[in-house]
């Protein structure tokens, strides 16, 4: 199976190139699934909020917006839209004038049934795909790319010579210098 899926990436396997085409593939799933919490019409990026502060509810808006995977600076428009819907309220920080802390109002606890069920329904198309094997693997590379910070060196992280020996490659698709 890996073999087929080798041969149908696209840009002569780019990774950055690859998983933006497959998060938009998975952007068209969630369109098709997130039906189910319909009477909130829910944006993928509130959806993933409102599944964040189901885990963990009462977070600064600054860790919330890295919960999901978005810039801090331009997050608030995302809360605007969820505090307008009745979903969110905005509490400030008792000891920081600038933070403020997001929790649930009852109304997104009234959903969170449908919201939960509507991400294991996505979880279980996507496993569908799959072997167990493939699975563990995809989970593992995901939680690799989830761990990358903004000034990840490839160099820094594996030692040039373990990078390029072990095929891996910089963004444009080179291998890294050695140093």
Not at 4 to 22: H, K, P
Not at 25 to 43: A, C, E, G, M
Not at 123 to 141: K, L
Request: include cysteine.
């Amino acid at each position: 199976m890996s073999e087929m899926i080798q041969t149908q990436l696209r840009f002569n396997g780019s990774v950055w190139c690859n998983l933006d085409i497959a998060l938009r593939n998975l952007d068209q799933l969630f369109s098709r699934t997130v039906h189910t919490v319909q009477p909130i019409k829910l944006t993928i990026i509130e959806w993933y909020i409102l599944r964040a502060l189901y885990e963990r509810d009462g977070q600064h808006a600054s860790e919330l917006a890295r919960a999901v995977g978005r810039a801090a600076t331009s997050f608030t428009p995302n809360l605007d839209k969820l505090q307008d819907k009745g979903l969110i309220e905005r509490h400030p920080d008792p000891t920081d004038r600038r933070a403020v802390h997001i929790y649930l109002t009852a109304k997104a606890e009234d959903f969170r049934e449908q919201v939960i069920a509507s991400a294991e329904q996505i979880d279980a198309q996507i496993r569908q795909i799959f072997s167990d094997e493939e699975f563990e693997a995809f989970q593992s590379v995901l939680a690799t790319l989830q761990s990358i910070e903004p000034d990840y060196n490839v160099r820094t992280a594996m030692g040039a010579g373990r990078a390029a020996s072990n095929g891996h490659h910089n963004g444009n698709g080179a291998a890294p210098d050695a140093e």
